[in-house]
């Protein structure tokens, strides 16, 4: 019975690990908690909810999903960094979260607050080992988030771009001394998180079979605490966050009920954040949040 | 005075008071997104003495305001250590832990909500946040303010001139964090019930943003801000998503063209006619 409960949670955590990704990448480069990327990981997940109950196939609602997620992040970076870069450092911050305001209410009002019910184009498909179940879409979701962080893995360490990313990671002024265009390397930072989260929202939407309008919240709080406690700015260290906060989840809700979990989950972050602030693999894959 | 005007001003007086709860750590360089713990923990703490130990309402609004001061200085020891974006993480982790505690309490109805049966009527609530006001524009004539302003402006300046930087920080945020919970103890006695459900992240976000959006360089800002969160939706009646909508609209607009917030203090001495030095554009 543990071992499944381990298996559940090492699920559930490959959707946070892709979460945390998209806030770990932003915090690491442009030292921004981002707060609309909940609302892409809504629209991730209701798109592919919308495309798959107008009957398109799947391949086509990943596709719409993901690019939507995407197109949206851009928008975001237009008015939450391009506008008021230096405008004092709360700023960002606060118009990403109206940015998740409206792409929240956008959706209610487009399609209501109801619980919408994910119809999976492919039965479940599920294999026994050892006597735990482990369900194939979730360990593809997992498949797909290590492999997602290990391109923006290469992406980083070999390409222009990514040594762009790095430098400004480490000090955009200086970078723009050195040539790097960073008005043009920062889009690509939004892009890859809304490719990122809404990738995840798709995830979740066939793992689990629902989409609200409110779908992101939960998630991307989670999110947040996987970034912290596989340290922030750490690509890798996100994924790894994120598998121990689905880990805890699962098991408190097997031991102490599921009202308890926010106590454990938020519980750990805090002791986190006091007891070793750079995480458990440490900030710096990409550079370190420096605030 | 009708029965509408009379809860929508209510609601105003509460939302003025948490204004101010959240702008006095904001002013200290603080992003406290755990406001909401602390408008529970005043709600609940003072619910509890008028339900079981049958305080009068407003005694018991000022105790849970000492006990959501009290729990603010206490976690303020922890919290300011870190900075930045890890102090508003902490305070959200903060706030989520309390949440989370509440809803488990069964003694006052963990997740089935807490009804209250004493009443606080407008009167009394006006008076509070008028109070709160005053309080707050005389704080930030003394020294204490002065001080809490030049930390906002620079924290490393402020530090150099010696400024005690703990001591402003915890107290800035104690005193946010009691405010909070006067705020929660009055709803609770006015609304009759309370459910922790209500007091997540998300309530906290909000609070900050209309604080934000009225503008903190000023004491006048959280009662704009708190005033447009206020009665924009009700100037908008009709459909709540959209009015959350034109809210995050307005939020992005007025971020994009008054960044410093919708009060800045160029603009208060510009209104009063006082000389203008640019010094803090």
Redesign the interface.
Known sequence: MLEQQLVNGVMLGSVYALVAVAFTFT?GVL?F?N?SLPGLFMVGGMLTWFALKAGVPWPVALLLAVACGGLLSLLVER?TWR??HG?????P???S???L??F???V??AWGSDLQRVPVPFDSVSFHLGGVVVAVPQLIGLACAVAAVWCLDRVLKHTRVGRGLRTIAEDAETATLLGVGVSSVVPIVFLIGGLFTALAGFLFALNYQQASPFMG?EVA?KG??AM?VGG?GNIWGAILGGLVIGVVETFSIHWFGA?????W???L??AI??FR?SGLLGGGAIGQ?R? | MSGYLEGVLVLLAINVILAYGAFLP?VAGQ?NLGVAAFVAIGAYCAAWLSNTWGWHPLAAAFAATLAAGLFGWLVAF?IL??????L???T???G??V???I??LNVVG??SGYPVQAHVGFTAIACAAVLVFVLVFLLFQTRFGISVTAVSDDERAADLMGLPMRGLQSAAFTLGAGLAGLAGALYAHHFNYIEVQNYG??FS?YV??YV?LGGTQTVYGPILGAAVFTLLPELLRG?A??R??I???L??AI??LR??GLVTGELVRRLLGWRTTGARA
Do not use: C
Not at chain 1, 87 to 91: D, E, K, M, R
Not at chain 2, 81 to 86: A, E, K, L, S, V
């Open positions: 915090i030292n908690l707060f008015f506008l008021m405008a004092g450092h709360f700023v911050l606060v118009t979260m109206a940015f305001i409206l929240e209410n956008l209610l009002i919240e709080l947040i605490s912290v922030m009202r308890a979990v926010d106590v989950v938020y519980g972050l805090f954040l006091f602030p949040a605030m | 904001i992003l922890p250590r870190t900075r930045g974006i890890y508003a993480l902490a959200f982790a903060f989520q832990v949440q989370g505690v809803l488990n963990g997740a992240a998300l976000i900050v943003l934000l459909s998503a959209w959350y909508v809210f995050a609209l939020i992005i971020m994009s960044p410093k």
